[in-house]
């Protein structure tokens, strides 16, 4: 089966000193969120998504969902502390309500990354159907440098340098042993879903993105997002 | 709903633009999978409209031969995943006497509004007509156009009179080739005869009864009716010689789009009682009638694969100027993208 997950389990920390967490903050009259729901609804080979919010908004969550969603297969469910944890919790309701099957693949894609295309979740699907793991990227446009100080230690060629951006797809069986197989500390220093994968060895696939496809973070993104939308006259 | 327009700004240029979509119970969301490109959108693309035109109508998405999946109808009359013709003429209003593809009130995707150069293309539910699904895709791409040749047709056969031995199409373009496959399913017992510029092209009309140069037309040579398919400066010597040849009392529908305005010789045109019917564009009864005739004639399908000048998947907007560019050079058939953007 081919499931979506929508991680909306940010706390809003960069976004100022504003108190609701930025996904479901209005970007063109709608929360973030649910821009990002109707695109994976548009979808018909998911047979789930399945949208992960912190435990204090879920309800939050689920009445924006009954008020704007009009589709059976979305399901608003509470994630964990960090990103991770996050992934797992999604992961592991999908198991626990719809049963584990070796060809199971999950779709994941940050909330607050509303503008994600259709050719994008297409990609990641025809991807994941024939690769364990799949990260969406584009080429750095800027040159990446590399330091821990005030100096730098490395400038890495900038070919072949890539931002990732997600969605990041996963064959379920492939992530579920994998992240077993990280120890407490490698858990708790991941800030990408793909390097589990990694770790364990497995090849992790690339798919183009887009530049546009980014991620709403501060204050100044989402000025910039709201400038980018026009309103259908 | 957040969609991706990919609209013209200026001749060769394309930008991405994000726009908010609302989706009512009446319309449905389509996901565009191949798109024929019309002369007027090379005109478009290429900055040969007149610049207050260009500064009037770009930005916008252009396109308005195409076809798609649907993914949404808010009202489920539409199973997800229906392959259909989009139809780009889009009427405001009803009209007892004029038809929806004349009343200056309607809107035409790719010349009014943004075309179907976008993620999803968001429509009312009368613009969309179910495809069968064993029709060929890239043939199916320009369905539009074969509606615009019914739409001709359709009209000649309100104004014609009673003879229809002979119909005589000018034109050995695209539009020419579509109408004259349509000739033979609408008027099976008439002659077909094709006048054009090309002997290579004509070749292809290998269904017509005959066909002819245009600087080589016998001067005996008489039609009972005509349709002009031939538009830009082509016009006018095609208009001047269907005067000449078509029988007294006889009609010509013209369907050529000149940019200019062109010399008829109205003294000929009275002297023989000559009927001249412009048309345009098409309305859901076209594509009706369209896909029925397609439907019911394999043939008909078959003679319109050969139209099929080039299939190409765009991923990009370097993909999308590239195809068009490369159209620009194309010498034979519709050039037909696969959308992947």
Same mark, same amino acid.
């Given at each position: 089966m081919i499931y979506a997950q929508i991680? &909306? #389990?940010?706390? #809003?920390?960069? @976004? #100022?000193? /504003?108190? @609701?967490?930025?996904? +479901?903050l209005t970007l063109a009259g709608k929360p973030i969120l649910i821009h990002t729901i109707e695109k994976f609804t548009?979808? &018909?080979? +998911?047979d789930a998504i399945i949208v992960v919010c912190p435990p204090d908004w879920v309800s939050h969550a689920r009445d924006l969902v009954a008020k704007t969603i009009d589709d059976p297969r979305v399901r608003v469910i509470a994630g964990g502390a960090e990103r991770n944890d996050t992934l797992m919790k999604g992961i592991d309701y999908i198991q626990r309500t719809f049963g584990t099957h070796d060809d199971d693949v999950v779709v994941t894609h940050d909330a /607050?990354?509303? +503008? /994600?295309?259709e050719r994008i979740i297409h990609d990641n699907i025809e991807a994941v159907l024939k690769a364990p793991a799949v990260d969406t990227v584009v080429p750095a446009i800027d040159t990446i440098v590399q330091g821990?100080? &005030?100096?730098?230690a490395e400038i890495p060629v900038r070919e072949t340098m890539y931002q990732g951006q997600t969605p990041q797809s996963f064959q379920i069986k492939t992530l579920v042993a994998s992240y077993a197989a990280l120890d407490d500390a490698q858990k708790a220093s991941l800030?990408?879903?793909c390097k589990i994968c990694l770790l364990a060895g497995h090849p992790v696939t690339m798919v183009r993105g887009e530049?546009?496809? +980014?991620?709403?973070?501060t204050p100044y993104d989402l000025r910039v997002a709201s400038a980018l939308v026009e309103k259908r006259a | 709903m957040l969609n991706q327009v990919y609209r013209?700004?200026? %001749?060769r240029q394309f930008e991405v633009q994000t726009v908010a979509e609302a989706v009512v119970t009446d319309e449905l969301v389509v996901r565009p999978r191949y798109l024929s490109v019309c002369h007027a959108d090379q005109r478009y693309f290429t900055g040969q409209r007149p610049d207050a035109i260009l500064r009037q109508k770009l930005p916008m998405a252009l396109i308005h031969e195409g076809i798609g999946t649907v993914v949404h109808d808010p009202a489920g009359e539409l199973a997800v995943g229906t392959t259909v013709a989009i139809i780009p003429n889009t009427p405001t209003q009803h009209d007892p006497i004029i038809n929806e593809n004349y009343l200056p009130s309607s809107k035409f995707r790719s010349s009014g509004f943004d075309g179907i150069m976008q993620e999803y293309v968001v429509l009312q539910r009368d613009r969309v007509l179910p495809l069968p699904a064993d029709f060929n895709a890239p043939v199916s791409a320009f369905i539009e156009m074969v509606s615009v040749g019914v739409q001709g047709l359709s009209r000649l056969e309100t104004v014609? *009179? %009673? *003879?229809?031995r002979v119909i005589g199409i000018w034109g050995d373009g695209n539009l020419g080739y579509i109408t004259a496959t349509l000739v033979k399913q609408i008027f099976p017992d008439s002659q077909l005869v094709i006048f054009g510029r090309h002997r290579s092209k004509l *070749?292809? !009309?290998? !269904? %017509?009864d005959k066909t002819v140069l245009v600087d080589q037309i016998p001067r005996d040579l008489v039609v009972s009716q005509a349709l002009e398919?031939? $538009? $830009?400066?082509g016009s006018e010597a095609a208009i001047s010689q269907i005067v000449k040849h078509l029988r007294p009392m006889g009609s010509a529908v013209l369907m050529g789009v000149s940019e200019e305005p062109v010399a008829i010789d109205t003294r000929s045109v009275l002297a023989r009682g000559i009927t001249l019917r412009g048309v345009s564009r098409s309305g859901r009864a076209d594509f009706e009638r369209a896909v029925a005739i397609l439907k019911a004639s394999p043939v008909t399908r078959e003679r319109l694969q050969n139209l099929v000048g080039f299939t190409r998947k765009v991923r990009t907007i370097q993909d999308i100027v590239a195809f068009f560019e490369h159209d620009l050079t194309n010498y034979w058939g519709k050039a037909v993208m696969e959308w992947d953007v």
């Open positions: 991680l &909306a #389990g940010g706390k #809003g920390s960069r @976004m #100022g000193n /504003v108190p @609701m967490p930025k996904q +479901f548009l979808e &018909a080979r +998911f /607050v990354r509303p +503008f /994600v295309t821990q100080t &005030a100096t730098i800030s990408d879903s530049n546009w496809n +980014f991620k709403i973070t | 013209l700004v200026s %001749a014609m *009179d %009673a *003879d229809q *070749d292809y !009309f290998s !269904f %017509a398919c031939t $538009g $830009g400066r």
